[in-house]
């Protein structure tokens, strides 16, 4: 373990000096697109370039991160699993970039888009399964208004943190640009069900200055 954290801090030392070499490296793909590290090494590296932003990680993803779900999972699952805060910041960037900007609908791009806006649809609706949860525990316990009263965005940890992430999604888009793809992916048509869903169930969960996604919703529900 300390070797690794050792090699992890050396990394990031190497990418605040030179970012578009080690990025070059890293984010290195195979030629099916994958990348060329596995998984459980690269997962934890590009996850603490997230926690720590470390600078211009944004555009060497956008430009770089290999078309690699097995990858894009591990990530996601490793800040989801130690950085709750970093994972809140990092989802809404990955929608904008990695899933909303795909290609055209024959591309690699395409698929790797849809798996990212299903992983994250699923995480997000558990999120939301969770608080639902808590907030009926805590009405079983208190009366009605105990429950109804709690400010979600309070004290309930991960799941709060990643949820306050919908203030930024561009839901509209999201939805059109998935619905575009679904002739030719069938994850596209899994993610924009379970997002419309997401945002339907948050639209009577969440406190309104939190989801801001009432126009969204019906706007896309045309």
Same mark, same amino acid.
């Given at each position: 373990?300390e070797?690794?954290?050792q ?15 080690v990025a ?12 060329a ?5 690269l997962?934890?590296v590009?996850? &603490? ?7 211009? /990680? ?5 430009d770089?991160l290999p ?9 996601? *699952?490793?800040?989801?699993?130690a950085?709750p805060?970093?994972?809140a910041e990092?989802?809404? /960037? &990955?929608?904008?970039?990695?899933a909303?900007?795909?290609?055209d609908?024959?591309s690699?791009?395409?698929?790797f888009?849809?798996?990212?806006a299903l992983?994250?649809?699923?995480t997000?609706r ?7 949860a808590?907030?009926e525990?805590?009405?079983?316990l208190?009366g009605?208004?105990?429950g ?5 965005s ?8 990643? @949820?306050?992430? @919908?203030?930024k999604l561009p839901f509209? *888009?999201?939805?059109?640009t ?15 069900? @379970? /997002?419309?869903k997401l945002?339907?169930?948050a639209?009577?969960? @969440?406190p309104?200055g939190?989801r801001?996604?009432?126009? &969204? ?6």
């Amino acid at each position: 373990v300390e070797a690794t954290e050792q090699l992890v801090g050396s990394l990031l030392e190497a990418w605040a000096e030179d970012a578009d070499e080690v990025a070059s490296v890293l984010l290195r793909q195979s030629a099916d697109g994958t990348s060329a590290w596995p998984c459980p090494v690269l997962a934890p590296v590009l996850a &603490a370039v997230v926690h720590r932003d470390i600078p211009s /990680w944004r555009i060497a993803f956008a430009d770089r991160l290999p078309q690699d779900r097995a990858l894009f999972n591990s990530l996601w *699952a490793t800040l989801c699993r130690a950085t709750p805060a970093a994972a809140a910041e990092f989802w809404p /960037w &990955a929608i904008c970039e990695l899933a909303v900007t795909a290609g055209d609908t024959a591309s690699r791009q395409v698929v790797f888009a849809a798996s990212i806006a299903l992983s994250l649809a699923k995480t997000l609706r558990a999120d939301l399964a969770t608080i639902k949860a808590d907030l009926e525990f805590d009405s079983a316990l208190g009366g009605e208004e105990a429950g109804a009263g709690r400010k979600v965005s309070g004290s309930l940890g991960p799941a709060a943190l990643r @949820l306050r992430g @919908l203030i930024k999604l561009p839901f509209a *888009a999201l939805v059109f640009t998935l619905a575009e793809h679904v002739p030719h992916e069938s994850a596209a048509e899994e993610a924009v069900e @379970l /997002w419309m869903k997401l945002a339907i169930e948050a639209c009577t969960v @969440l406190p309104t200055g939190e989801r801001k996604m009432d126009t &969204a919703v019906e706007v896309a529900s045309k």
